[in-house]
Each structure stands twice: as structure tokens, then as C-alpha cells.
């Protein structure tokens, strides 16, 4: 029976059969294989087939369609609603058959799906249409008349230009716009093909002519580029209008403009723009980074208004080398906090294979201000620079000890931990105590050998205070492994109850399974923070990734060591979270337990009904009573 399909919006209609089509292509491998055959799909645009089985061959076409295909695709061009579709598959198959077939419908079809129409011969660029498409500017409807232009500009030789030149002028409001596009499209094609002189002219007769915004400001680029070298005048005319959007466009012209010459120009006009503009020109610049007037950038940099300055510091990041860590040093140290910040920011991230030799020879020498900037630089770049680093940690300078702490944190291999190890164990004063603690954690969690680290760690815990244990623990904890993993352990188990309550938090957040074991150990004391054990070792059961066997084990030993009816509820939620026939089990036993009989009876129902009614599941319940 052929489907009934109900009238409605055309474009509505597409969305719902295209939705319907992509539902209806994958029935089966057979169907879709049968489909690719073009005589097969051409059948079915003759059939009396769905119209979404219709409108999935003209897709298949565009794939598989010769010129076979077009008389059937064309008779669907009056379709308001396969139109569309059979288009697509006419505008990719070669041959004349199709350019024939859209100059032919074109002349009977109107409205929309006139326009669609004309806008497949410009997509096929179709040099036979165009005094068909010319007639079609002084359509009186204005969505043919611009689909008419924005074609001819499609086809872009020297006779689909004329027409567009000549409307450009006359053209109505409502189609005008389409013809600078138009217009616009054929120059691309006229210096596509090396024709810059013919471009320049319809780019300019486009920029003066009476055309909306966005036109005059793509003409105006297209202009620029065209004339190559000559361009660069009318770029800089541009660049000091006071018109916000020519500005901007000379801007994103600029960064295509080839050769070194604009280069040049950008730098000439930093003095003459407002601080603001020169700001906006610089970071131009900066995108032109292989041409770049780096000269330029510097004496920005150096001085002058701070919206240039903050510009061109920030430029020197991407763009400077080893010439440009004087400018970037001296600002690094000036009073004003956002050019410093960016200072410091630039020179961490300043490109150069030489610049990592400059800093270290400069913080050889180095003094006052910039000397913890350098040392900062050092940490910032992971420069190897250990000998001047530790030199800098014997200084009276605060800020520079502070430096230096930070630096090795970021760069200390592991034959210097120790160094750090001694910081945080004795520290030379209690204002970079706290530096020292972030600092050997920080080099701690970067060492390859993590096995290593946490032996040297653990080494310095049975010579030191509470106070410096918790923090080599608390660094312990966040390196991991084997050995850490034991020490922390320990320190759960240690009389001391300032080491227990740190040790069970650390184990009670450890971030892999391995920590299970000492958990479970932990939890089966009668100590302080056995509780907060019981609910660490429960936290790996319930988040971490297992097999289902481990699984339902660690929920056994939870229940075995569970104290309070409390935590035997909360492994009863971890196994009804788990549902399988050996969790099954577990609840149905939890159920001879007094105190969460209940829970567990309902845990146990909860996890059967999940599983379904099969034979093993009701035996499980059969043999606790609870079938029923």
C-alpha cells in the first residue's frame, strides 16, 4: 500500500523524512547492498515506494548515479518534497545529461524550488546557464533573483561578471547583497586565476558601491589582497579609519598578507595609533611570527602606554628569543603587578634553544630584584640548574630561599631529594617551612622511580617529630606504591595516636586497591579509628573497578569485620548495589544476623528481583525462608 503522507511545510517535511530515511537504511545487509546497484535505486524512484525509500536513493545516487540516473532525479525537481534530495546527487554526477536537466527545470519551476534549483547550477558552476541565471536578477521574486547572483558568482568567468557589475548599481534592497556576493565571489575567481587586475576592479566598484556592511568590509579585504604590495596603502588607510569594523578587518588582513613589507607598516604605525589600537596591532604582529618586526615589539615593550606595553610583553611569549630577556626582565621587576605578571609569564613561556643558556648565566651574576625572577625562570622552564639553586637556599633573602625551594621542587632529579628531605626535616626558619613541604611533595610525585622516592622518604620518618612524620606521610601518601603504601600502614598501627589518626585518614583516601589488605587489617582492631578503617576499606569495595569474585570476598570480610549493626547496613547497600547469585548469597546469609535480619531480607529481595525467576536464585531463597 503506498504510504499516505499528510501536507505540511516542505522544510518540516525534510527534517521528519530525513530522520525517517536514516531509520529505514539499515533494515538489512541484503536491502542496502541491493541498493547500491544504480538500476536498483533508479527502480525505486519509479516504484510507488514510501517517499523516504525515494528520498534515501537520490542519497545513495550522489554516491553510485551517472547520467543514467538524471531524467528520473529531474522529474522530482517540482517535488516540494524531494526537490532537495533529488538535488544532491545532480549537482556531484558528472556529464552534461545534469547541467541540462536544472537549466530545463529552472524554466518551469518558481519560489523556492526555483531557487534551490538555480542554486545547484551554481554549485556545479555550470558556464552554459549564464544568461539564464543574468535573466534571473530582474526576478521579481527576490529569493530567485539572489540565488541567481550568488550562481553567477559561482561560475566566476569574465561573462558572469558582467551581468553582477552592472546590477550592482541598479539591483533592488533585498537582492543587492547577493550581488556584491556575487560580485565578490567572481574577483575571488579572477585572482584565483592570476587575473589581480580585473579582481581589483570589482572588489573596489563593490566597496563604493551602496552595499550592506559586511559586503563593503569582504570587498575591502579582497581589495587589500588583490594588489598584493600595492595593498598595503589601502590596508594602512584602514588601519587609521575610525571605523571599528574597516580597523578590525585590516587587522585579519594583515595576518594574510604574504612577505615581510606589511610587516613593516603594522610596526610604523604603533607610534601614530591610540594605545589601545596599538595594542590591537602588536598582538597582529605577533601572528605574523615568522615575519614578525620583533624590533618593533621590544620598543613596545620597553616603554610607553600600558595597553601596548601589556601587548607587546605578552607578544614577546610567543614570538621574542634570547634578545628579549633584558626588555622581559626589567618589566618582570617593575612595581606595576600586571606588567610584571606578564612579564614573568612571557619569559616562562619565551621560545629559543639559546634562552635556557642565558638564564642560567645570568643568575650566575645575578642580583636584587631579578635574581629570585631567575630563580623562578629556572623552576618555570625545568632548566637544569641544581649547583646555583642550592646556593640561592644559603641566601638572606627570603624571597630568594622561597625561589629556590620552589625551583628544585620542579627540577631536582632523585640523587638530590635528600636536599628537600632535609629542608622540610630541619628547616632554616619557619617562613619557608610550608615552601619546603610543597616542594618535596611536588619533586616526589614527578620522579620516575616512585619505588625509590618513598624508601628515602620512609628512611627519614624513624629520626624525626610528629609534626615533620605527618608531613613526610602525607608526602608518602601522595606518591603511592608499594613501599609507601607499607609505611603509611605502619604509622596507622604506631602507639602514637597523633600517627594513627594520620596514617588511618591517609589509608582511608589511597587511590588504589592495593590498600585493601591494611584496611581490612586495620578495621579488624579495636582501636580509635578502626570505624574510619571499616569505612576506607568499604569505599575500594564500592568504587573501585574488580572482578565480581573480589567483589563479593571483600563484602564478605566487611561483614566479618564489621562492629555495629551500622556498618553491617552499609555493606548490605554495597551488595544490593552488586547484584549477582554470590551477593544473592551473602544477603540471604546476612539474614541469620539479629540486628540487620531485615536489611539483609530486603537486600536479598531486592538482588532476586533483579535476576529474575531462575531455578539458582530460588533455591538461594528457599534455603533462607524466604521464597515466599
Not at 126 to 131: H, P, Y
Not at 552 to 577: F, G, S, T, W, Y
Amino acid at each position: 500500500m503506498r504510504q499516505s503522507i499528510p501536507s505540511q511545510n516542505p522544510f518540516v517535511f525534510l527534517a521528519t523524512l530525513l530522520a525517517t530515511a536514516v531509520a529505514f537504511a539499515p533494515t538489512s545487509q541484503a536491502q542496502s547492498a541491493g541498493q547500491k546497484n544504480e538500476s536498483d535505486l533508479i527502480a525505486i524512484l519509479r516504484s510507488d515506494k514510501p517517499e523516504a525509500d525515494k528520498a534515501l536513493a537520490c542519497k545513495q545516487l550522489a554516491v553510485y548515479g551517472s547520467s543514467e540516473s538524471v531524467a528520473e532525479l529531474a522529474k522530482l525537481l517540482s517535488n516540494e518534497r524531494l526537490a532537495s534530495w533529488a538535488r544532491i546527487p545532480l549537482e556531484v554526477i558528472p556529464g552534461a545529461a545534469a547541467d541540462e536537466a536544472l537549466r530545463k527545470a529552472s524554466e518551469s519551476l518558481q519560489g523556492r524550488l526555483l531557487a534551490g534549483t538555480i542554486n545547484s547550477i551554481g554549485v556545479r558552476r555550470d558556464a552554459g546557464a549564464v544568461n539564464l541565471l543574468s535573466g534571473r536578477l530582474n526576478d521579481k521574486d527576490a529569493d530567485v533573483a539572489s540565488a541567481a547572483a550568488v550562481a553567477l558568482g559561482r561560475i566566476g568567468n569574465a561573462a558572469a561578471a558582467e551581468p553582477l557589475r552592472k546590477a550592482l548599481a541598479s539591483a533592488p534592497g533585498t537582492v543587492r547583497s547577493a550581488v556584491a556576493e556575487g560580485c565578490i565571489l567572481c574577483a575571488e575567481r579572477f585572482l584565483a586565476a592570476s587575473n589581480a587586475a580585473e579582481a581589483t576592479k570589482i572588489y573596489d566598484e563593490v566597496r563604493k558601491a551602496d552595499v550592506p556592511r559586511q559586503r563593503m568590509l569582504e570587498a575591502t579585504r579582497g581589495a587589500i589582497l588583490a594588489r598584493g604590495k600595492d595593498g598595503i596603502p589601502v590596508l594602512v588607510e584602514q588601519l587609521r579609519s575610525n571605523d571599528k569594523g574597516l580597523f578590525q578587518i585590516a587587522l585579519s588582513t594583515a595576518r594574510e598578507f604574504p612577505g615581510r613589507d606589511v610587516d613593516q607598516a603594522l610596526a610604523a604605525e604603533l607610534d601614530k595609533a591610540f594605545p589601545e589600537r596599538a595594542a590591537l596591532i602588536i598582538l597582529a604582529m605577533a601572528d605574523r611570527k615568522d615575519t614578525v618586526d620583533l624590533a618593533a615589539v621590544l620598543k613596545a615593550a620597553a616603554g610607553g602606554a600600558k595597553p601596548a606595553r601589556l601587548a607587546a610583553i605578552s607578544a614577546l611569549g610567543r614570538v621574542g628569543n634570547a634578545t628579549s630577556l633584558s626588555t622581559l626582565l626589567d618589566a618582570a621587576v617593575e612595581s606595576d603587578a600586571d606588567l610584571s605578571k606578564s612579564a614573568k609569564e612571557a619569559l616562562a613561556a619565551l621560545p629559543g634553544e639559546t634562552v635556557d643558556k642565558d638564564i642560567v648565566a645570568r643568575l650566575a651574576q645575578a642580583s636584587g630584584k631579578s635574581y629570585p625572577v631567575l630563580i623562578e625562570l629556572v623552576g618555570q622552564r625545568r632548566i637544569d640548574a641544581i649547583p646555583p639553586l642550592l646556593k640561592a637556599l644559603e641566601s638572606s633573602d627570603k624571597s630568594v630561599r622561597t625561589a629556590a625551594l620552589t625551583a628544585l621542587g620542579n627540577t631536582v632529579p632523585d640523587k638530590y631529594l635528600s636536599v628537600l628531605i632535609n629542608q622540610v626535616v630541619s628547616p632554616k626558619d619557619s617562613e619557608t617551612a610550608s615552601v619546603a613541604q610543597t616542594a618535596l611533595k611536588t619533586a616526589a610525585v614527578r620522579l620516575p622511580d616512585r619505588e625509590a622516592c618513598a624508601a628515602e622518604l620512609a628512611a627519614a620518618l624513624d629520626r624525626k617529630p610528629v609534626a615533620t612524620k605527618t608531613v613526610l606521610l602525607e608526602t608518602l601518601a601522595a606518591v603511592g606504591g608499594t613501599k609507601a603504601l607499607a609505611a603509611v600502614g605502619a604509622a596507622a598501627k604506631n602507639p602514637d595516636p597523633a600517627l594513627q589518626d594520620v596514617g588511618s585518614r591517609l589509608l582511608g583516601e589511597w587511590m588504589t586497591i592495593d590498600s585493601a589488605p591494611v584496611l581490612l587489617d586495620l578495621a579488624k582492631t579495636s582501636g580509635q579509628y578502626q570505624g574510619r578503617a571499616f569505612r576506607g576499606y568499604l569505599r575500594l569495595v564500592r568504587q573501585f573497578a574488580t572482578s565480581d569474585q573480589e567483589r563479593v570476598e571483600m563484602c564478605k570480610n566487611a561483614l566479618d569485620a564489621a562492629r555495629q549493626p551500622a556498618e553491617r547496613k552499609l555493606v548490605l547497600e554495597v551488595i544490593q548495589r552488586y547484584p549477582n547469585l554470590e551477593m544473592l548469597k551473602l544477603a540471604a546469609s546476612a539474614t541469620k544476623i539479629p540486628d540487620v535480619k531485615d536489611d539483609a531480607t530486603a537486600a536479598a529481595r531486592a538482588i532476586s528481583g533483579k535476576l529474575g525467576p531462575k531455578p539458582e536464585v530460588r533455591k538461594v531463597l528457599t534455603d533462607a525462608g524466604l521464597e515466599k
